[in-house]
């Protein structure tokens, strides 16, 4: 397990040799046994780098890698900058970073969109030869009204006739930056009426005087995505430009734009983009979440981004396999929050430590246990795998247990610690409480009890049995920390559901975090790295945050012990 955010070794790569199949794939398998590539499969993940990554684009990076090393292809890397006003170097490192946490690798395939404007603008120009592109003077909005609707064609634009000399006197002086921003746009020639609004001569170029991360001001005119990334997949001889839903009424001007070209043509499939309950995957929303300051930032725990994620404490593989679960199919639909979880849980489960933790600690005191002795006790590092071995925690005279296991005047079925009953300590003894020690307000502050040094570890000699096991931690050794509990970010299933007039954000959760202070943390995990995982027996998966200090311990909660998800297949199943 990668537990200190290094890259991840083979280990962790993106590994799907398994016999699973599903429509792209069967298309895959199809092309190579017709050999329509010469046999070859490349595939490729295209961001834009206006944002940072969310859950969504995890299951388009699993999608491609893993159909790229399945059938022993290749999978590029390329960020889709063609619009400098939207796009910092910022988002293409946390891109990147995050495309390589997940487990992919393009080796040496990382590529710009910026990389290829030359060549856009020779292809562009090749167009406007054949009378297949124009420049156009009309306004945005009297461009997108002469596009037409479903039911009605579009109308031509004023400029749709000029000469093929005119239109490359115009474009070059567009290139060379005479014309302000908006002022003209370079637009294909195609069918104005097509039932697809797509085919009614869409723009290709719009003038933009803006400073880009790469190639700085040497250009003024900018390619639009349509026109863009079927000439980036031409030039790089992608196989399967596998992209989601809402472009598949953008495909046949994905392959007019290649085929009036006379270039190398990928195929272009869509699948269903991934939604899920209780968060926005809208990038415009969560840039507008991060910028109002609801959340503390792009990597907020909360976020759906998979920097989000990783900082909560998710892992690769529990996105990887969550993501192979859902599959890939033709129709959206919106997955329940608690199947990610049940991932979570799954995988830190089998590789998560153990260690004792005390969100809210009350003081207790072993009359009987001797002034200044400390016992190293055996504990399991992980019961679910052996081979992670014991740790030796530290008992002493004061402790800390959870105020929620002890009640001064319990119900009946009230099974922890109370006046006069007997518990376990784990690893440790049987206590009994013996003395209830409050404020001048009758608050409990403290409590008195006697342990019997004939259970150490295990049951009473005599047979007598507990009914409750407490987690703990020596007072005199225990780590102070800060525990943030994480609840949705939103309160509805669907925050996009609101009436006429309202926002998305009304659905924001004022109870999405919780801070606890003055936590107390056996001191095992003094030196643990960022990013390592635990189990905290009881109370949940816990994952050290990055503002921690060597005297200021962090830690984010990554997912409660209980597990809805799995018990509402069990209830399913059984139904």
């Known amino acids: 397990m990668n537990t200190n955010g290094d890259t991840p070794n083979n280990n962790d790569k993106i590994v799907e040799n398994d016999a699973r199949s599903d429509f792209v794939r069967d298309i895959v398998k199809e092309d190579l046994k017709t050999n329509k590539f010469d046999g070859r499969v490349v595939t490729r993940f295209p961001p834009e780098p206006n944002g940072y990554l969310h859950i969504g684009h995890a299951k388009a990076i699993n999608l491609n890698f893993g159909i790229a090393q399945e059938f022993g292809g290749k999978f590029h890397l390329r960020f889709d900058d063609t619009n400098p006003t939207k796009e910092e170097t910022e988002y293409v490192e946390s891109i990147t970073n995050d495309v390589r946490w997940l487990g992919a690798d393009w080796g040496d395939n990382l590529f710009y969109a910026s990389d290829y404007f030359d060549q856009m603008h020779a292809y562009a120009v090749d167009l406007i030869k054949k009378g297949k592109a124009y420049v156009c003077d009309c306004p945005h909005s009297e461009v997108s009204k002469m596009r037409g609707t479903l039911t009605a064609p579009g109308t031509p634009c004023p400029h749709r006739d000029r000469s093929i000399d005119e239109?490359?006197?115009?474009?070059?002086?567009?290139?060379?930056?005479?014309?302000?921003?908006?002022?003209?746009?370079?637009?294909?020639?195609?069918?104005?009426?097509?039932?697809?609004?797509?085919?009614?001569?869409?723009?290709?170029?719009?003038?933009?005087?803006?400073?880009?991360?790469?190639t700085g001001d040497k250009w003024c005119i900018y390619p639009m995505y349509d026109w863009a990334h079927g000439i980036e997949d031409s030039i790089e001889k992608i196989t399967h430009s596998i992209c989601t839903l809402e472009f598949e009424n953008h495909r046949p001007l994905y392959d007019w734009f290649l085929d009036e070209l006379g270039v190398y043509h990928p195929q272009q499939i869509e699948f269903a983009r991934l939604n899920l309950t209780y968060t926005v995957m809208s990038k415009r929303k969560l840039l507008e979440l991060v910028k109002g300051k609801f959340v503390s930032g792009w990597d907020d725990p909360r976020m759906p981004t998979i920097s989000g994620m990783r900082r909560r404490g998710y892992?690769?593989?529990?996105?990887?396999?969550?993501?192979?679960?859902?599959?890939?199919?033709?129709?959206?639909?919106?997955?329940?929050?608690?199947?990610?979880?049940?991932?979570?849980?799954?995988?830190?489960?089998?590789?998560?430590?153990?260690?004792m933790g005390v969100l809210n600690p009350l003081k207790v005191v072993i009359t009987n246990y001797p002034d200044g002795q400390t016992?190293?006790?055996?504990?399991?590092?992980?019961?679910?795998?052996?081979?992670?071995?014991?740790?030796?925690?530290?008992?002493?005279?004061?402790?800390?247990?959870?105020?929620?296991?002890?009640?001064?005047?319990?119900?009946?079925?009230?099974?922890?610690?109370?006046?006069?009953?007997?518990?376990?300590?784990?690893?440790?003894?049987?206590?009994?409480?013996?003395?209830?020690?409050?404020?001048?307000?009758?608050?409990?502050?403290?409590?008195?009890?006697?342990?019997?040094?004939?259970?150490?570890?295990?049951?009473?000699?005599?047979?007598?049995?507990?009914?409750?096991?407490?987690?703990?931690?020596?007072?005199?050794?225990?780590?102070?920390?800060?525990?943030?509990?994480?609840?949705?970010?939103?309160?509805?299933?669907?925050?996009?559901?609101?009436?006429?007039?309202?926002?998305?954000?009304?659905?924001?959760?004022?109870?999405?975090?919780?801070?606890?202070?003055?936590?107390?943390?056996?001191?095992?995990?003094?030196?643990?790295?960022?990013?390592?995982?635990?189990?905290?027996?009881?109370?949940?998966?816990?994952?050290?945050?990055?503002?921690?200090?060597?005297?200021?311990?962090?830690?984010?909660?990554?997912?409660?012990?209980?597990?809805t998800w799995a018990k509402i297949q069990t209830a399913e199943t059984t139904r």
């Open 167 to 214: 239109n490359l006197d115009l474009f070059d002086r567009m290139h060379k930056g005479e014309f302000p921003d908006g002022s003209k746009t370079l637009r294909a020639k195609i069918d104005l009426s097509s039932p697809n609004i797509n085919m009614r001569d869409p723009i290709m170029y719009r003038i933009l005087h803006a400073s880009h991360h790469r």
């Open 315 to 355: 892992t690769p593989q529990a996105i990887r396999n969550f993501c192979k679960r859902i599959g890939v199919n033709k129709f959206n639909s919106t997955v329940d929050f608690q199947l990610l979880e049940y991932f979570v849980r799954e995988d830190l489960n089998k590789n998560a430590p153990r260690v």
């Open 375 to 563: 016992e190293e006790l055996d504990a399991v590092n992980n019961p679910e795998d052996p081979s992670a071995g014991t740790r030796k925690v530290p008992f002493s005279k004061v402790l800390y247990i959870e105020q929620d296991d002890f009640m001064e005047n319990p119900p009946k079925k009230f099974f922890r610690l109370s006046p006069g009953k007997e518990v376990r300590l784990r690893y440790a003894y049987f206590i009994t409480c013996t003395d209830v020690i409050k404020d001048a307000n009758g608050e409990i502050i403290e409590l008195h009890c006697t342990y019997d040094p004939a259970t150490r570890g295990g049951d009473a000699p005599d047979g007598r049995k507990v009914k409750a096991t407490l987690h703990w931690v020596s007072a005199d050794h225990a780590l102070d920390a800060e525990l943030r509990l994480y609840e949705h970010l939103f309160s509805k299933p669907n925050p996009n559901e609101v009436e006429e007039g309202h926002d998305y954000k009304e659905n924001l959760n004022p109870n999405s975090l919780t801070v606890l202070k003055n936590c107390k943390i056996e001191p095992s995990v003094k030196n643990a790295p960022i990013e390592t995982r635990y189990q905290f027996e009881r109370q949940g998966y816990f994952s050290i945050d990055p503002d921690s200090t060597p005297g200021n311990l962090v830690f984010n909660r990554i997912a409660t012990l209980k597990d």
